[in-house]
């Protein structure tokens, strides 16, 4: 883990003590009886998502703040401890419902990882990309509905458009615009669609002068800079110490990426850069988002270059134990037929054993600890969630910040509740 070389952005620690998710109000400021406590969510718009946050303002400044959440607890993970491992992949999609494709991947590859089964690679580099394109479909609705709460109206109207896009190739691989399960265990669910590469190139080739169009309305935009310098700060070392990764992380300074640093799928025959920014605040995390879409467009292009190459190869392991039987069999073969069904109904067996996936996600460390016992279901399912890491660091960003600040803070951070309370 490099710390990229950065100014003091503020002395010591701003965590708060006792409890570091809790910023409470001074003695001093509760006894002069004038501060006042507001409910901000957990239906506000602006909390990106069900997320209620218990502010006390003295006049403007926010002087004490307490999240609460489990608005939008589901029970996700006790849900896939009752379903086959067959059926336990469709609820991953649906914890991180912007980051759909990546929380799929991490829980399958924690069932490959058990299975100790090797996909090939036609999967492997499709997996890249689709992961990739979701990257760039995450950020898309981060920098829309963020800067849509800050008055820039306009770049939610752009970033839809782009993400339409996204969506549109989603659908022409999948058959649905989200939570596709066109990841299975051992590969892909079905080869890829004819149509499916030109309408890709078209959007690698658009993508870079959408992303200029945005920093063209943005970066030199008076109101943007002031709502979104120096402020909500968060040091390396505080970062750290509260657990978080992804563009939070690297904007702080920290050079950690688990696609370079513990690389899985393609991404080491990739070439990419990893942006990092050293100001800590609501602007470089922006900036560091805006960077990574380039980056990834880059990595769906290489992606693009290989994949076009290997028309005809298997997408998915043929092993019978696991992977359903093509679809042309099961109208002249009843024993296909026969597995099929005892597939999708019963599930197949994983061998005993735990295992810790982890995986970069758009929000970070994205990790899934799985424990199976043999049997047809996993004994026990457990997400690392890194919206949740990030909302831990709310009280610490909002140190000296002004309650018009809040909104530019939270959505920085850019939390997704169904991930935190899940």
């Not at 990229?4 to 109000?25: D, F, H, N």
């Not at 292009?301 to 997408?315: A, K, N, T």
């Not at 597995?339 to 109904?345: L, N, R, S």
């Amino acid at each position: 883990m490099a710390i990229a070389e950065k100014p003091l952005i503020y002395e010591g620690t701003r965590i708060p003590r006792p409890i570091p998710t809790i910023l409470e109000v001074p003695e001093d400021i509760r006894a002069t009886g004038d501060v006042l406590e507001v409910n901000f969510g957990p239906n506000h718009p602006s909390t990106h998502g069900v997320l209620r946050l218990v502010v006390e303002l003295a006049g403007e400044r926010v002087v004490g703040i307490r999240a609460v959440v489990g608005y939008l607890h589901t029970g996700f993970e006790k849900n896939m401890e009752q379903k086959s491992w067959w059926k336990a992949i469709t609820y991953p999609e649906r914890i991180d419902y912007v980051s759909f494709q990546n929380n799929e991947l991490v829980f399958v590859l924690a069932i490959e990882k058990l299975l100790g089964t090797e996909i090939p690679p036609k999967a492997t580099w499709m997996r890249t990309l689709l992961c990739e394109l979701n990257r760039i479909h995450s950020h898309l609705v981060f920098l829309g509905t963020s800067a849509l709460e800050l008055g820039a109206i306009s770049m939610f109207w752009y970033t839809f458009r782009e993400r339409d896009l996204i969506l549109d190739l989603s659908e022409l691989v999948g058959g649905a615009r989200m939570h596709t399960r066109y990841f299975q265990a051992g590969g892909l669910a079905e080869d890829i669609p004819r149509g499916f590469f030109p309408e890709a190139r078209k959007f690698v080739e658009w993508m870079p002068k959408a992303i200029d169009d945005y920093e063209a309305i943005l970066d030199r935009n008076e109101i943007w800079l002031e709502r979104t310098k120096e402020i909500g700060l968060i040091s390396a070392d505080d970062a750290i110490a509260l657990g978080q990764s992804g563009p939070v992380l690297r904007a702080s300074g920290i050079n950690w990426d688990l696609r370079k640093d513990q690389p899985y799928l393609a991404y080491s025959d990739i070439d990419f850069d990893v942006p990092v920014y050293s100001n800590g605040d609501v602007y470089d995390r922006y900036r560091v988002r805006m960077d990574e879409m380039r980056e990834s467009t880059r990595i769906v292009e290489q992606c693009l270059d290989r994949l076009e190459g290997m028309d005809g190869e298997p997408w998915i392991v043929d092993d019978r134990k696991f992977v359903l039987p093509p679809r042309e069999e099961l109208h002249t073969s009843m024993e296909s037929l026969i597995h099929h069904f005892k597939i999708v109904t019963e599930g197949y067996r994983v061998p005993e054993g735990e295992v810790y996936v982890t995986i970069e996600s758009p929000r970070g460390e994205l990790g899934c600890y799985v424990v199976s016992d043999g049997g047809p279901k996993p004994w026990r399912v457990k997400f690392r969630a890194p919206s949740f890491a990030a909302l831990e660091a709310t009280a610490t960003c909002m140190r000296d910040a002004l309650v018009a600040d809040l909104v530019a803070i939270v959505g920085s951070l850019d939390g997704v509740m169904g991930e935190v309370d899940r």
